[in-house]
């Protein structure tokens, strides 16, 4: 069965600490795997992996993928308050898998 | 910014009555969604569509669902027969090189 498993489950961090979030996953006919941020309303994207190894940044945000051993992580550096949110993983096989979500929870 | 429109925001109807969602997405982009999420429950994939077709849909996108883009622009989910279950947030988003969601229609089936 297809699945997509986050953790931790929820984390509260201070701020300026720095968070790894893990997305395993097992999906037939992977195509790529997506981070997004979820706050009140709707996700935004953050990332898209389609490569092993490589890593993608954007300010204090990075993420890769290792296509063998079937994971993904995201990096937050220096976190601040606005990035306390919920941060999916999604993978896309034969259909998008939703992960359950890291509930993130920065306190100043 | 480009963004992705939703309307309308909210949707109260009753059990067994027809709704439609409506999506404008960005314009240059070429694969549309349509998620859920029911509260306090994970975002759940519903279709994708390209080139004028569905290009894949999950469980429960049953007979009950439909999409469509009538005219170029928007691109609207439609829901039959309404259940109480379908009461959730929906999302449409599209795709380009990155993905934009819209601000959802919060559906409520009474």
């Known amino acids: 069965e297809d699945k997509v498993v986050q953790s931790p489950l929820s984390l509260v961090v201070h701020e300026g600490d720095t968070v790894t979030l893990n997305c395993s996953y097992e999906?037939?006919?992977?195509?790529?795997l997506l981070w997004y941020k979820q706050e009140k309303k709707a996700p935004t994207f953050l990332f898209m992996l389609?490569?092993?190894?490589i890593e993608k940044k954007s300010g204090r945000l990075s993420s890769i993928l290792d296509k063998k051993e079937l994971f993904s992580i995201l990096n937050i550096t220096a976190t601040q308050t606005g990035d306390s949110a919920i941060y999916l993983c999604?993978?896309?096989?034969?259909?998008?898998?939703f992960g359950t979500g890291t509930s993130l929870t920065v306190i100043p | 910014e480009p963004e992705v429109t939703q309307t309308p925001s909210h949707q109260v109807t009753q059990m067994g009555q027809e709704v439609i969602l409506r999506c404008v997405p960005i314009s240059n982009h070429l694969y549309f969604y349509w998620y859920r999420q029911i509260l306090g429950q994970k975002v759940e994939f519903l279709v994708s569509f390209y080139n004028n077709e569905i290009s894949e849909k999950s469980e429960i996108f049953d007979d009950q669902f439909s999409v469509e883009r009538p005219d170029g622009s928007n691109f609207t989910l439609k829901i039959r027969s309404t259940k109480l279950e379908d009461s959730a947030m929906y999302f449409c988003?599209?795709?380009?090189?990155?993905?934009?969601f819209g601000p959802g229609t919060r559906l409520l089936v009474l």
């Open positions: 999604v993978n896309t096989g034969n259909q998008f898998y």
């Open positions: 988003a599209s795709l380009f090189e990155t993905q934009y």
């Open positions: 999906v037939t006919n992977f195509r790529s």
């Open positions: 389609t490569s092993s190894g």
